[in-house]
């Protein structure tokens, strides 16, 4: 089953990308964590640049149509009172919003990444049911050397 998660080499980091599933942004969540890991949080331009190949080349040999390939990753602004933010406090150091996003509209609380418009962010109902993309570090490459 680990064989669906692809390793950055560079950083030791996996990520899942989901493109063929359908779920809400809650219950994709829920997924990742039910395999140790968490939804998507980008802190870099590396990450966005490696998740940018992988992703879009991915996406696009499973689908053509533009709305199903967007993916749902861990930026969400569901607390009101703060602005937009990363689940588990990832740094937000690092944006990367389509033209036009965040849309204003009310409701649109959740954020995916869309191979449409070159892997950027747009906000949209956390309730739409889309593909999503998990992240964990993989402290298995550790050497075990004793101290």
Not at 138 to 143: E, G, R, W
């Amino acid at each position: 089953k680990d064989s669906t998660w692809t390793t950055d080499l560079l950083t030791n980091v996996r990520y899942q990308i989901n493109s063929e599933s359908a779920l809400t942004w809650h219950e994709a969540r829920k997924s990742c964590q039910q395999q140790n890991a968490e939804l998507l949080s980008i802190t870099d331009i590396h990450e966005q640049m490696y998740l940018k190949g992988k992703e879009v080349k991915q996406t696009l040999t499973y689908t053509q149509d533009m709305f199903n390939s967007a993916l749902w990753i861990g930026l969400n602004r569901l607390d009101l009172r703060s602005g937009w933010e990363w689940i588990r406090s990832s740094p937000f150091q690092y944006l990367n919003w389509a033209p036009g996003s965040p849309s204003p509209e009310s409701g649109k609380l959740c954020v995916v990444l869309n191979p449409e418009k070159k892997a950027k962010w747009q906000n949209l109902d956390c309730d739409q049911k889309l593909g999503y993309v998990c992240k964990k570090k993989d402290f298995t490459l550790v050497s075990s050397c004793k101290l």
